[in-house]
């Protein structure tokens, strides 16, 4: 069974930083893509970014590139976000996801290119 957890989420002031985290088990997580996702309550899951399996490509929303980075760490089963000059707009739950090959498509963006999820953490930004 596969699971997925986001932790990191937290409060912070216009202009902060965050990292967040998701660590990934039952799968093959050096064969697999991963993604960020976020949701604001009454609206659709916004794709965030997508890293491929070996963390050699990787893709963004038009919102956060220059600002959001995604990582990975294959010897940890672990995916990072970190999130940088953050904007009241980037307050949203963030969901990390587990693909389904071990490359993004080219619409990484979607919810249903994605196979497992995790609980969400919550990120506020304040201004």
């Known amino acids: 069974q596969v699971q997925v957890a986001e932790s990191g989420g937290d409060s912070v002031e216009a202009g902060g930083s965050l990292r967040l985290s998701c660590t990934a088990s039952?799968?093959?997580?050096?064969?697999?893509?991963m993604g960020w996702f976020r949701q604001i309550p009454g609206a659709e899951r916004e794709g965030v970014a997508c890293?491929?399996?070996?963390?050699?490509?990787?893709y963004y929303a038009d919102s956060v590139t220059g600002r959001f980075t995604i990582s990975r760490d294959n010897n940890k089963n672990t995916v990072y976000l970190q999130l940088n000059s953050l904007k009241p707009d980037d307050t949203a739950m963030y969901y990390c996801?587990?693909?389904?090959?071990?490359?993004?498509?080219?619409?990484?963006?979607?919810?249903?290119?994605?196979?497992?999820w995790g609980q969400g953490t919550q990120v506020t930004v304040s201004s």
């Open positions: 890293i491929n399996y070996n963390g050699g490509k990787t």
């Open positions: 996801a587990a693909g389904r090959s071990p490359y993004c498509s080219g619409v990484w963006y979607t919810t249903r290119n994605f196979a497992s």
């Open positions: 039952g799968l093959r997580f050096d064969d697999t893509y």
